[in-house]
């Protein structure tokens, strides 16, 4: 069974940092590109792309809203992917998932709007950003 798993969420005050991971188990990383996603709490809060990076680690993409902040990384022999977080603010309190797309080797800002193709997805890792 194809599956992900997220881990390293946690509480952090503002300006502090966070290392997420993103495990995969039953299939080979190295042939997905991998996304990390939040959703923010609080009613109406839609799912926003994060971060993109592609199978073989080469290429990656930023929404702007974390751009500088956050690196997003990938080590196809631990079957693994990363989100290096710093200089949190609040506003990034969310609950991140990653998630797998097949085959992409290019990260294209379009696939971090567009999720039809993700297959697995994570359960989610809380992050709280408060003092």
């Known amino acids: 069974q194809e599956q992900l798993v997220e881990s390293g969420g946690d509480l952090v005050q503002p300006g502090g940092s966070l290392r997420l991971s993103c495990s995969g188990s039953?299939?080979?990383?190295?042939?997905?590109?991998i996304g990390w996603f939040r959703r923010a709490p609080g009613p109406g809060k839609e799912r926003e792309g994060v971060?993109?990076?592609?199978?073989?680690?080469?290429?990656?993409l930023y929404a702007d809203s974390v751009k500088g902040r956050f690196t997003i990384s990938k080590d196809n022999g631990k079957n693994t992917a990363y989100l290096e977080m710093s200089s949190l603010r609040p506003e990034d309190t969310a609950v991140y998932y990653c998630?797998?797309?097949?085959?992409?080797?290019?990260?294209?800002?379009?696939?971090?709007?567009?999720?039809?193709?993700?297959?697995?997805w994570g359960q989610g890792t809380q992050v709280i950003v408060s003092s």
């Open positions: 039953g299939f080979n990383l190295a042939e997905y590109a």
């Open positions: 998630a797998a797309v097949h085959g992409i080797l290019l990260a294209r800002p379009f696939l971090l709007e567009d999720t039809r193709d993700y297959s697995p």
């Open positions: 971060s993109l990076i592609g199978r073989d680690g080469r290429s990656t």
